[in-house]
């Protein structure tokens, strides 16, 4: 199965680009992203204990089989610090933790963009991380397709501003379903694996 790659984190207080983000829209974001997808395309992302949750969520809502439908990559420098739902993942990559803090992210973000099967990345809100790892995966996969959700805020929008995206053309900034339909080449008729 192919899989997509998800960037997306809510900005903290005190972080770059915190106050240009709405926490609702990544959320709802998110969730469309999720609703679309799940079973549909492997979904891989980094771990970030605001967007875990909402997978873990998702992966019972739609009864889809946690080993098939997502992987999950973490840093050890993180190890006790996992939310409870971690648990539920069977698929997780955990990174070594040798170095400083930059380091063990990007030695994690390099392992886990450097996956062979994968066609897509989606950016939704996020802070400084989310532009770090677009640039990665764009020297990764140059080829491979680029969601970058603007309305919600944060980093994304500044990739999506960087993209080419124009505000003044869109008509339905929120309808984060028919951008992830559009963008992914996803229907939602297919069935779930």
């Known amino acids: 199965m192919d899989a997509i790659f998800l960037s997306a984190s809510i900005p903290k207080p005190g972080r770059q680009f915190y ?49 098939h439908a997502v992987t999950l990559y973490q840093s050890d420098e993180y190890r006790g610090l996992y939310p409870v739902e971690n648990d539920d993942f069977p698929d997780i990559v955990y990174t070594p933790a040798t170095a400083d803090h930059p380091t063990n992210l990007r030695v994690m973000r390099e392992q886990m963009l450097s996956r062979d099967d994968l066609r897509a990345a989606v950016f939704i809100g996020g802070m400084e991380g989310v532009l770090e790892e677009y640039d990665m995966f764009i020297k990764a996969h140059p080829d491979a397709g680029i969601v970058a959700v603007p309305r919600p805020g944060g980093a994304s929008r500044q990739v999506a501003l960087q993209r080419g995206y124009d505000e003044n053309t869109d008509p339905f900034p929120t309808d984060f379903t028919r951008l992830f339909i559009d963008g992914l080449g996803v229907s939602p008729s297919e069935p779930r694996v």
């Open 19 to 67: 106050g240009t983000a709405d926490a609702l829209l990544i959320h709802h974001a998110v969730r469309a992203f999720l609703a679309l997808l799940l079973g549909r395309r492997r979904i891989v992302w980094g771990g970030h204990p605001s967007i875990t949750p909402m997978v873990h969520a998702a992966c019972q809502s739609f009864n889809v089989n946690y080993a």
